[in-house]
């Protein structure tokens, strides 16, 4: 490395395990920031350093910009990695940084400022030929958002302006529950963000999600790396993703990479990012939704289908290096699936499941990759978001990833805590998830399926879900 010698990791989980890992493979060391909740955590025992920053809630130690920035500079740091969540996408997290001279491992923050509204992002998509859902600007009352209603018509969808992972985002379906459903909206917003502004987008009801990976250095280069089908959502939580993307056309696949092209070179982007379209499947028309300004929880199916270490090229990136390679050396090889296991109770309304794991054994068998900071013994603090894994599985094609993926789910070993296993078993085996019949609606309409298989299950003890 040209510049950076040791990174601060300001976050927990598999994510901090996955940037200690990256770093290691650099040479470059690592000092983990920790909360005392994390003290004995897989992270802390794998960085070369660990540094306590506070109690136990994200506001008392992740979320602390000033602390997280002391520590940095107090343990000889010359960079931080943000990771994903906390203040991976708070510009004011990463000017900080660049005032202190701490090189932030993500894009600039003035491009993290404005493609964090997404009002003004849906601006600069369009100004770029972007094409964006039909909707509105900032919607400033309720008498505007009538305005609006009668304009677009029903259904729409309430947005947050600063949001993301769904917080603040609302269907309306009938006029009735209008006024609830917009004041419940601001609310979340303003809770969430500490920002009410809201904007409204025409809903799309047979809709799949694609997203498109890009990589962009400081000297103006930036390239693809295939797409991400990410239409497999609970609540806008994003449950299984694959890559590549198999319900498109090589036309329609072509279309998708050259809208995140121009959009990622318009805004001069640098480091990693992931640019999220709607694909009107009706219409059979992309939508820019939003740009990811960090690295993604499921940036693994990208690693297995390009062969490109996503973290190490965000490291180079954040060093000063140029990109090692251009657009004719990225080749998409096979098929790879990642699956999200949560600690939570599937029958209690995926009710977040804390508590002391007994035994935790990972799937293991070719093609199968596991991102996870779990041990047997391991307390799942309650503090924190229910991730305690993703398992990846590759194969030739998207047949063999599906099978191996119902092997490794199948060989998890896991006591002491409820997962959501079963529940990704159930989907994986379903017909129409076999034949790609899905769309971002689809998981919450198996849900009544798979509930009722829960309650005709419960006469049968230890039941791990459908084999």
Partial sequence: MKNIARIMVANRGEIALRIIRACKKLGVESVLAVSDMDRDSLPARSADRTICIGSAPPRESYLKVDTLIAAALGTGCNAIHPGYGFLAEQAGFASACEKQGLAFVGPRSDTIRQMGNKLLARQMANDLGVPVVPGSEEVKDFAQFQEVVNEIGLPLLIKAAAGGGGRGM?????????????????????????????????????????????????????????????????????????????????????????????????????????????????????????????????????????????????IRIADGQPLGFSQEDITITGHAIECRINAETVASQFRPCPGRLGRWEEAQGPGIRVDSH??????????????????????????????????????????????????????????????????????????????????????????????
């Fill in 170 to 314: 609302k269907i309306v379906q009938d006029i009735e529950s209008l006024k609830e459903t917009f004041e419940i909206a601001r609310q979340e917003s303003l809770s969430a963000f500490g920002d009410p502004t809201l904007y409204v987008e025409r809903y799309v009801p047979r809709a799949r999600h694609i997203e498109v990976q890009v990589l962009g250095d400081r000297y103006g280069k930036v390239i693809h790396l295939g797409e991400r089908d990410c239409s497999l959502q609970r609540r806008y939580q994003k449950i299984i993703e694959e890559a590549p993307a198999y319900c498109l056309t090589e036309a329609k696949r072509g279309e998708v990479h050259d809208l995140a092209l121009v959009m990622a070179r318009g805004i001069g982007y640098e480091n990693a990012g992931t640019l999220e379209f709607i694909l009107d499947e009706e219409r059979g028309e992309f939508y820019f939704m939003e740009m990811n300004t960090r690295i993604q929880v499921e940036h693994p199916v990208t690693e297995m289908v390009t062969g490109v270490d996503l973290v190490a090229e965000q």
């Fill in 374 to 467: 779990c041990y047997s013994g391991y307390f799942i603090p309650p503090y924190y978001d229910s991730l305690i894994a993703k398992v990846i599985a590759s194969g030739t094609d998207r047949n063999e990833a599906i099978e191996r993926m119902r092997q490794a789910l199948a060989g998890f070993i896991v006591s002491g805590v409820e997962t959501t296993i079963p529940f990704l078993q159930f989907l994986i085996r379903d017909p129409h998830f076999l034949s790609g019949r899905v769309n971002t609606r689809w998981v919450e309409q198996k849900l009544p399926e798979f509930q009722e298989l829960l309650r005709g299950a419960q006469k049968v003890s230890n039941w791990s879900g459908p084999r």
